[in-house]
T-cell receptor, first 109, second 119 residues
Framework: KNEVEQSPQNLTAQEGEFITINCSYS?????LHWLQQHPGGGIVSLFM???GKKKHGRLIATINIQEKHSSLHITASHPRDSAVYIC???????????FGTGTLLAVQP | GAVVSQHPSWVICKSGTSVKIECRSL??????MFWYRQFPKQSLMLMAT?????????EQGVEKDKFLINHASLTLSTLTVTSAHPEDSSFYIC???????????????FGPGTRLLVL
């Protein structure tokens, strides 16, 4: 079983829909990243959070440390949001990231 | 925001040759950089942690003589794939850690990646 699990693995949405991607982890962490990877391969860090909730534009990330769970929400989705979204955690005592397998999001016009 | 660059973005080489990939932090100093490898439709796999002024720490299963890492300055780490073979064809990504002023948590900033194709 992976230490970081994401769901769903694939998601297709219509433009304008509210989207949720979930991440569960089984290790103790110091922080959690949400990353976005576009088809060209480049990775952008969307959020890093260790508690509570963060918002940036149409993106919202929440984390529940007790339940070891985080969610990434996209409001009013747009085709340009189509990408792979990756959850990654700083696990244990190291500063290494442990990656989830990613969620492939396709937003159709 | 912090920027990490990689060069080259694409490289095609013949089997048996060596390829060097550069990773630079453009507007900050990074004592630690990371090298990842990603196969199609798979997640990133950490290859090694590059520490400025000391030897890199390699993950289990990664050959240090095959993937040479040098972190000679606070803004530059290089990965050299020696005697490349077709199975080394992959997408290589670096990242650098930065602790922003007033924070204690490090954020990783990723480079745009380098696609290597070994013929």
């Amino acid at each position: 079983k992976n230490e970081v699990e994401q769901s769903p693995q694939n998601l297709t949405a219509q433009e304008g829909e509210f989207i949720t991607i979930n991440c569960s982890y089984s290790v103790g962490i110091s922080a959690l990243h949400w990353l976005q990877q576009h088809p060209g391969g480049g990775i952008v860090s969307l959020f890093m959070l260790s508690s509570g909730k963060k918002k940036h534009g149409r993106l919202i990330a929440t984390i529940n440390i007790q339940e070891k769970h985080s969610s990434l929400h996209i409001t009013a989705s747009h085709p340009r949001d189509s990408a792979v979204y990756i959850c990654a955690v700083y696990g244990g005592a190291t500063n290494k990231l442990i990656f989830g397998t990613g969620t492939l999001l396709a937003v159709q016009p | 925001g912090a920027v990490v660059s990689q060069h080259p973005s694409w490289v095609i080489c013949k089997s048996g040759t060596s390829v060097k990939i550069e990773c630079r932090s453009l507007d900050f100093q990074a004592t630690t950089m990371f090298w990842y490898r990603q196969f199609p439709k798979q997640s990133l796999m950490l290859m090694a942690t590059s520490n400025e002024g000391s030897k890199a720490t390699y993950e289990q299963g990664v050959e240090k003589d095959k993937f040479l890492i040098n972190h000679a300055s606070l803004t530059l780490s290089t990965l050299t794939v020696t005697s490349a073979h077709p199975e080394d064809s992959s997408f290589y990504i670096c990242s650098a850690n930065l602790v922003a002023p007033g924070m204690f948590l490090e954020t990783q900033y990723f480079g745009p990646g380098t696609r290597l194709l070994v013929l």
